[in-house]
């Protein structure tokens, strides 16, 4: 028997800094706070707490099955925990970004979830463009799913259903890609769900920086989606720029070919991966990815 069997257990729905929101198995929940300075919590934590009044404390954060870290100007922080996998939405209006697809692909291969992407907008004419720049990761293993979850609802939801509904899956794209539509096509009272975390929060300042859980049925409670508003950029600081091309699977396929063991692809002679984007085995835009971020990890690397 652990020290903690009087403690209750709890999810964190969602954290801020030192609140977070916590549910007991029966659904309710419990503003807390955290014990000690150095605690931290984020979304996705089990937990165990203890009633104290109306609120809570923390106690004592399970050991996570995986974490995840994003980047803002000054630092790396963690964000969420014990996630199935993630789902990054993308489209060709907006056009998106090839190197955030790849930063979030690297971030979760490091953390080792797994990820699909969803073409969403696959109705309209730019969808094209977006399907040609999404080849390479195809060719990589990536699945690729495509939908219109405004245009055609019934038909994204019953293709979504199937992958979402026994999983915890974090939702991330760029602004104006279709998250929100997402959200209110799966989620059902997802405005009562948001209702509820930003009463408890007691604040709304918070509420658009902050990563939600939402059950997609709040009555079972089995598959939910993580919403992270405002998601600007993965922390990749923790990765060291030596592991960087084990973490590109098209760029980690030609590694044994590299003459040197630690070879940084970008210059030596015998190298497999430079051989391979000459061959147009290794895309172009990847290999470009690839020395941007690698240069930027041997920049911040103190
Ligand atoms: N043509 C088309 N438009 C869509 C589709 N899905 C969403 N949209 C539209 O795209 C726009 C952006 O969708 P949102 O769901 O608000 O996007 P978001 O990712 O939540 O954007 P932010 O709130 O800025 O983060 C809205 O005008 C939607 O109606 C689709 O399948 N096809
Ligand atoms: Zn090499």
Redesign the pocket.
């Known amino acids: 028997m652990g020290r903690h069997t009087e403690l209750d257990v709890g999810l964190v729905v969602t954290a801020h800094g030192r609140h977070v929101m916590v549910e007991t198995p029966d659904g309710a929940r419990v503003q807390c706070h955290l014990r000690g300075k150095k605690s931290e919590c984020v979304v996705g934590d089990r937990v165990r707490w203890q009633a104290s009044g109306d609120e809570g404390v923390v106690e004592h954060v399970e050991p996570r099955r995986n974490l995840l870290m994003r980047q803002d100007e000054w630092r790396t922080k963690s964000f969420a925990a014990n996630l199935d996998q993630i789902l990054v ?1 993308v ?1 060709g ?1 907006p056009m998106f970004s090839e190197s955030q697809l790849s930063r979030a692909l690297i971030a979760a291969e490091t953390a080792g979830i797994p990820v699909r992407v969803l073409l ?5 004419p730019q969808a094209e463009a977006a399907r040609e720049r999404l080849q390479p990761y195809r060719d990589m293993g990536v699945q690729v799913l495509e ?6 609802p019934q038909e ?1 939801r019953e293709l979504l259903r199937p992958l979402l509904q026994e999983s915890a899956t974090l939702v991330l ?12 096509l799966m989620v059902q009272d997802a405005q009562a769900q948001v209702g509820d975390i930003s009463q408890a929060l007691n604040s709304g300042r918070h509420t658009t920086t902050t990563t939600r859980w939402y059950w997609l049925d709040p009555a079972v409670r089995h598959g939910a989606l993580l919403d992270s ?2 998601f600007q950029e993965f922390g990749l600081r923790h990765v060291s720029a030596e592991e960087l091309p084990r973490l590109m699977p098209d760029l980690r396929a030609h590694l044994p070919d590299c003459r040197f063991y630690n070879c940084t692809h970008r210059h030596e002679p015998g190298c497999g991966v430079r051989a391979a984007v000459e061959r147009g085995e290794i895309a172009a835009s990847r290999y470009r990815i690839y020395g941007e971020i690698r240069e930027e990890l041997e920049r911040t690397k103190w």
């Open positions: 939405l489209a209006e969403n907008k696959a109705e309209l939908a219109s979850l405004k245009t055609r994204s794209g760029p602004s104006g890609t279709g998250k929100s539509t997402l959200v209110n508003p405002g």
